[in-house]
């Protein structure tokens, strides 16, 4: 069972779940995409099965969406959302565990720019990363991943408009510490046309994936 939490976040509380493992061996956090909160089947298949496999995690929700808009907030609120998360995790959750982060999207995209600004991280996980809008490949959003030298995990589908494979594989070449792997068919949100599959099951596609990186990094 997911045990819901609050996370102190200025005047206000960001709503959370932690997914806890069995003797876990990280503690992985997640944020969610530009559509859709933590509650999400996406979210929920995802955690769950990351969890089975060892490592806990704690999901959480961007301030406009516990509010109940429609539009994310702007980039300093939501890097200064997932710095504070990231900040109680350590003190409250992960007892001494290496922590890791991850988001779907928009919210993998902000936890590079928080670790940007310096945020702690043993290694990000990007869940189908926003690397262009659709049909706007000559706008790039790469820039700030450059200079990172933490490891980082690209998962991404093939049929993922807001990632065109040929540059996706450009990108991750000129990042030295970041891998790359393709989920054959997926879209945006790794759903496969005509796979029978729900998104609780899109979800925990991706999590062995997501295992055999963050278990390489603890030696």
Same mark, same amino acid.
């Given at each position: 069972?997911?045990?819901?939490?609050?996370?102190?976040?200025?005047?206000n509380q960001l709503s959370a779940l932690l997914d806890a493992a069995e003797n876990s061996v990280a503690l992985l956090i997640l944020a969610h995409?530009?559509?859709?909160?933590k509650?999400?089947?996406?979210?929920?298949?995802?955690a769950q099965?990351?969890?089975?496999?060892?490592?806990?995690?704690?999901?959480?929700?961007?301030?406009?969406?516990?509010?109940?808009?429609?539009?994310?907030?702007k980039a300093p609120t939501a890097i200064a959302a997932w710095q504070q998360v990231r900040?109680?995790?350590?003190?409250?959750?992960?007892?001494?565990?290496p922590v890791f982060t991850a988001g779907k999207s928009f919210g993998g995209?902000? *936890?590079? +720019? @928080?670790?940007?600004?310096?945020?702690?991280? !043993?290694?990000?996980?990007?869940?189908?990363?926003?690397?262009h809008s659709p049909k706007k490949?000559?706008?790039?959003?790469?820039?700030?991943?450059?200079?990172?030298?933490?490891p980082m995990l690209f998962l991404e589908g093939t049929k993922d408009p807001f990632a065109n494979p040929e540059i996706m594989e450009a990108v991750a070449a000129k990042l030295p510490t970041a891998s790359l792997a393709w989920f054959d068919g997926g879209n945006h949100s790794f759903k496969v046309a005509r796979s029978g599959r729900t998104a609780?099951?899109?979800? *925990?596609? +991706? @999590?062995?994936?997501?295992?055999?990186?963050? !278990?390489s990094l603890l030696g």
């Amino acid at each position: 069972m997911s045990q819901e939490l609050s996370i102190p976040f200025n005047d206000n509380q960001l709503s959370a779940l932690l997914d806890a493992a069995e003797n876990s061996v990280a503690l992985l956090i997640l944020a969610h995409g530009s559509g859709a909160g933590k509650d999400h089947e996406f979210m929920a298949g995802y955690a769950q099965a990351v969890a089975e496999q060892g490592i806990s995690v704690l999901r959480f929700n961007f301030p406009y969406m516990d509010a109940g808009k429609k539009f994310p907030d702007k980039a300093p609120t939501a890097i200064a959302a997932w710095q504070q998360v990231r900040l109680w995790a350590g003190q409250e959750i992960a007892a001494g565990l290496p922590v890791f982060t991850a988001g779907k999207s928009f919210g993998g995209r902000v *936890a590079s +720019l @928080a670790a940007v600004e310096g945020m702690e991280t !043993r290694g990000l996980v990007f869940l189908g990363y926003p690397l262009h809008s659709p049909k706007k490949e000559e706008k790039l959003r790469d820039e700030h991943l450059y200079p990172l030298d933490v490891p980082m995990l690209f998962l991404e589908g093939t049929k993922d408009p807001f990632a065109n494979p040929e540059i996706m594989e450009a990108v991750a070449a000129k990042l030295p510490t970041a891998s790359l792997a393709w989920f054959d068919g997926g879209n945006h949100s790794f759903k496969v046309a005509r796979s029978g599959r729900t998104a609780t099951q899109d979800g *925990a596609w +991706l @999590a062995p994936r997501t295992n055999e990186f963050i !278990r390489s990094l603890l030696g």
